[in-house]
């Protein structure tokens, strides 16, 4: 098998090779010129012409940046609701949408509405104090975690960054487990040591949230490298937010998984701000930002991440893709998050003003719309979303309380979780000195 992993990259590699010899060479033949500064008649001619167009070019960049920002900022900020505002396009006649039953898509209703509530309840005793560390809300993307869980054949692997409460529930993580890690109880997902930030199951293919920018990146492929080895014909899924993307790590792993063809699909949640700055700002942006996988052969596209069924019908043919043909695939998909970076973000509303915060509220809202998708289709009632909505709060609700009166970590499970060979007693476990305390 490792052989055909191999084998692919090699064709690649002559390919590249061929690609690149054009720009060596032109670069070789103007070194002479400079270098050969004696026969100065010719090159100082020349040279202030060719140099004369790049200073025109670059003065527009010094001179547009601090006034003009703010300005650009605001357009790029309008731009994630456009894909979701097509309404050229009936999404929900695509082939994953189309066969979806009455039943299924009240789930994912149900889902999304856990998700918020499930949040909502973190923040009200976050900010009463009961809980420590960081916490990243994912109120307002619902739709890009549900949509992508919904999608999973059973032998796909998904792995995200430390936004990763929703992906978390979406995958079939209870509540009660993952509101005791946020409180640091020994009853959590983690046992307590994890929080906010690393919530796992793999039983549940389920590889957790992780707080080093751009680092579920090459994880994420080494899932998706395991898959192919092993003839699994399923693919993994790598979220990360548009900040990480700016990461050379992420750049290392495009040309890795166009090397090896990895059955691997990296979702870039672009919410337009990454930790506070705009996109316009942080971002060299020529279509998009998934458009940088071009430079390393890798297929890439755009969908929106509001309208549910717009998510699914993109997201579940570049899902089938990689399974199939072993591509990788980048899919950048349009979202916002209604509260800061994290909640300890004291300029979340500085950066953006509260009048777009509420237009996204108020028009794309991903549970929202898909409430009125449901009722346009009379697949429920307004009755029906009342009770899916009170079940869900009283949900998190008992959730809370189980973490309160949930136990904290024992002074021993410091030890534990650390090497696997000491937890499961392995020969290698029972030899040489793991602790500096012993």
């Known amino acids: 098998m490792a052989r055909t992993l191999s084998l692919p990259s090699k064709p690649k590699q002559s390919a590249s090779k061929k690609a690149v010899r054009p720009v060596v060479t032109k670069k070789v ?10 026969v100065k008649r010719e090159v100082v001619k020349k040279a202030p012409v060719k140099k004369a167009a790049p200073k025109k ?16 900022a605001a357009k790029a900020v309008a731009k994630p609701a456009s894909p979701a505002s097509k309404a050229s396009t009936d999404w929900s006649k695509d082939p994953f949408n189309a066969k979806l039953k009455p039943a299924e898509k009240v789930s994912f209703l149900r889902e999304m509405l856990r998700i918020r509530r499930f949040e909502q309840q973190a923040l009200k005793h976050y900010n009463n104090g009961a809980m420590g560390g960081f916490l990243h809300l994912y109120i307002g993307q619902e739709s890009v975690a549900v949509g992508t ?42 046992k307590g040591k994890g929080g906010s930030m690393h919530f796992f199951a793999p ?29 699994i014909k399923g693919c993994a899924i790598a979220f990360l937010g548009d900040g990480a993307v700016n990461q050379g790590v992420f750049s290392e792993c495009l040309n890795m998984a166009a090397l090896f063809e990895l059955p ?23 279509h998009s930002l998934a458009s940088r996988a071009e430079g390393f052969d890798v297929d890439w596209s755009l969908c929106g991440g509001f309208d549910l069924y717009e998510l699914r019908a993109n997201l579940g043919a570049v899902m089938e893709k990689a399974r199939t043909k072993f591509r990788p695939h980048v899919l ?15 300029n979340a509303k500085k950066y953006r003003s509260p009048e777009e915060i509420e237009r996204y509220k108020t028009e794309f809202d991903p549970i929202t719309l898909w409430e009125k998708q449901l009722l346009k289709e009379k697949v429920i ?34 030890f534990e979780d650390i090497y696997h060979e000491v937890d499961h007693q392995t020969e290698a476990g029972q030899t040489g000195r793991h602790f500096f305390s012993e």
């Not at 033949?29 to 004696?38: D, F, G, H, M, N």
Request: aromatic share 8%; hydrophobic share 35%; with cysteine.
């Open 381 to 414: 009632t307004e009755d029906g979303i009342e009770k899916i909505n009170s079940e869900a709060k009283a949900e998190a609700a008992t959730a809370a309380e189980f973490a309160i009166a949930s136990p904290w970590p024992s002074e021993e499970s410091i």
């Open 264 to 286: 691997i699909v990296f979702v870039i949640e672009n919410n337009g701000y990454s930790m506070g700055t705009s996109l316009e700002r942080s971002s060299a942006i020529r």
């Open 57 to 72: 070019a670059v003065t527009p960049r010094k001179t547009a940046p601090i006034s003009k920002a703010p300005a650009k």
């Open 203 to 231: 039983d549940k293919h389920y590889w957790g949230g992780h707080g080093i920018v751009g680092g579920q990146a090459p994880l994420g492929m080494g899932l998706a490298f395991a898959l192919k080895y092993k003839g």
């Open 332 to 346: 950048e998909v349009s979202t916002y998050r209604y509260y800061g970076h994290s909640v300890a973000d004291a």
């Open 29 to 38: 033949t103007k070194a002479p010129a400079k270098a050969s500064k004696p």
């Open 149 to 190: 869980a919904s999608l999973m054949n059973g032998q796909d692997e998904i792995i995200t960054a430390y936004r990763d409460h929703g992906h978390a529930l979406a995958v079939g993580m209870g509540m009660n487990e993952c509101m005791a890690e946020l409180f640091g109880k020994g009853t959590g997902c983690s």
